[in-house]
């Protein structure tokens, strides 16, 4: 389960490498680096610790 | 064959605004989920709408899951940028701040106090006195503050030359002053 979480969390930083370089033009030239790092961890700390278990049942959708 | 055509069409006509909901059409979209629904609409077995549930909630864990990673890197630079920002504001560094009009205005009135303070010759007091403003600011900044003249030039927006000049005519001058009481 720790594996499955470790490889999901990569490859989502992976998919979202273009929008994280993307957000670095919100800081200074000089923190771009620290703020890249910063994300990425905040990517994988969220990932681990939120729940996302609350999804509606497909026939919810319709009558 | 062709009953079930029309009982999924049936099906898809009743629920047209769900399935224009961009998370049922984004699941739709999918030929191998499609494929499970149908199967679920022909024979609802508890069977098939479990498939079909499964593979939804994964699906919906999995746009919600880009959804909030989307953001979070969004709003998490805008936060880390304001926080710097804030901390810097806060810390400000001394070498930060170079000597501004004001400060300096300040400091020069005090060393020329201190210049003229510290003069125990009458004579060189009477001299110095009878320089121009100027020239006394400069000696007192060459002399008490021991400024380099290049800085004593931008505080007073002039040319490094210009003070200069003026720092030898106030010598000369009051080395003329100084002859003369002696002779």
Known sequence: ?63 | MCNEHQKIEEFFRRNIEQVKNPIISSFLADAKNLYLVQNAILYPTDCNMKMVDETFQSHYIRVRKIKYVSSLIYYFSLDFDKKRRRLQNRYLLIVDNGISGSDSAGEDERIEEGLLDTIENEELFKALRKLTDKQLQILEMIYVKDSPIKVIAESLQTTPQNISNLHRKALNKLHHMLRKEVN
Not at chain 1, 14 to 42: A, G, V
């Open chain 1, 1 to 63: 389960m720790e594996n499955n979480y470790n490889e999901e969390a990569l490859m989502i930083i992976e998919n979202f490498t273009p929008k994280i370089k993307q957000c670095l033009h919100q800081t200074s030239y000089q923190e771009r680096e620290d703020l890249e790092q910063e994300i990425k961890l905040k990517i994988i700390e969220k990932l681990a610790k939120q729940e996302f278990n609350d999804t509606p049942s497909f026939w919810d959708f319709f009558i």
